[in-house]
């Protein structure tokens, strides 16, 4: 099998600005460590504040990097999550259909496991909301009754406006009180 070469850029979001650099620099680092990866470049750029928020800064690396194989090069993808990716070379690639289909079952694998660590955490988070139910029903029918109904502002002029009402409600048709 021939070596890839990718070009891949990494991002982050996060506070303060220090924090979203050293993070990103951890993280190329921890990538460059990986068994069967090689990075032949890295450009870091520094982070920027994010126009929806006073708060999160951006920033990201552009990586170009040799892998040993297919399988190291889905591994990152799949352990690292690139905003971007770019195979460089080589231009067309021969994979035997015994290797194709072993790189489409550990795929399929890798996907089953996300799906059953995602299905897990749903179960749990619905167990803890349960248990909070059980031994809390106050919050929950704090958040499932609207704030007018648990919060009632009632003005001196609200309460003669809806006694008018009443009243208009008890007359018959003549005008005259039933």
Same mark, same amino acid.
């Given at each position: 099998m021939e070596k890839i070469q990718a070009i891949m850029i990494l991002e982050i979001l996060?506070? @303060?600005?220090?924090?979203v650099s050293g993070s990103l620099n951890e993280l190329v680092n921890r990538l460059g460590k990986e068994k069967g990866v090689?990075?032949?470049?890295? %450009? /870091?750029?520094? @982070?920027?504040?994010?126009?929806e928020s006073k708060e999160l800064f951006t920033t990201f690396a552009e990586l170009e990097i040799e892998f040993e194989t297919i399988e190291m090069y889905l591994a990152v993808l799949f352990a690292y999550m690139p905003a971007h990716v770019e195979v460089v070379s080589p231009e067309n690639l021969a994979l035997p259909a015994a290797y194709f289909n072993d790189l489409g079952n550990k795929i399929i694998q890798r996907m089953h496991n996300y799906d059953a660590i995602?299905?897990?955490?749903?179960?749990?988070? %619905?167990?803890?909301?349960?248990?909070?139910? %059980? /031994?809390?029903p106050a919050v929950f029918k704090q958040l499932t009754t609207p704030p007018q109904a648990t919060n @009632?502002?009632?003005?001196?002029? *609200?309460? %003669?406006?809806?006694?008018?009402?009443?009243?208009?409600? *008890? *007359?018959g048709k003549s005008g005259k009180k039933k």
């Open positions: 996060g506070k @303060p600005a220090d924090y090689k990075i032949l470049n890295k %450009q /870091f750029h520094e @982070p920027l504040s994010v126009k995602t299905k897990k955490t749903l179960y749990e988070n %619905q167990i803890l909301l349960d248990k909070l139910r %059980q /031994f809390a @009632p502002i009632i003005t001196e002029e *609200k309460k %003669q406006e809806m006694s008018a009402k009443k009243k208009e409600g *008890k *007359k």
